[in-house]
């Protein structure tokens, strides 16, 4: 009989994904909610984060439907929309982020809301994936 072990660095870095997005963010949130009531009041807390949703999901559809403009004014010129699909990822996984009931949750949302902040990680995606991928099918530019 076979023992099972890890299976390479790609499982352990999956587990510890895994780890982080289920014990270690809600712990986190949690806590912060924990002191924010505690400083501001129960009420006031859950005000605060309906508040942020309302102007997050604000944000979300102002940016999508630029992006929307900007991928049509892209494929309208001939050109594949790679740092707009890059950008519309990112704008539904904050979309996600601001479902998720919390202010750590929420402020990553909103930062990736913003395009300089948004442009940022678009970078560093490209440069990560670009690893992995021939020379002559992503460019990094």
Known sequence: MATRGSTG???????GLLVLVFVVVPIAELFVLVRVGGE?????????????SVV??????REGMGLLAR???QLGAGRMPTNEL???????FAGALLLTPGFL???TAILL????????VRTALKR??????PPDVIDVG
């Not at 890059?86 to 539904?92: A, C, T, V």
């Not at 809301?113 to 940022?120: D, E, H, I």
């Open 56 to 61: 997050g999901a604000w944000l979300v559809k």
């Open 40 to 52: 501001i009041g129960v009420l006031n807390t859950i005000g605060l984060l309906i508040l942020i």
């Open 71 to 73: 991928m049509q004014a």
């Open 105 to 107: 949750t929420d402020l």
């Open 113 to 120: 809301l913003l395009p300089p902040v948004r442009a940022g």
């Open 86 to 92: 890059i950008d519309g990822f990112l704008i539904m």
């Open 9 to 15: 660095p790609a499982y352990d870095r999956a587990v």
């Open 128 to 133: 990560r994936f670009s690893r992995r991928l």
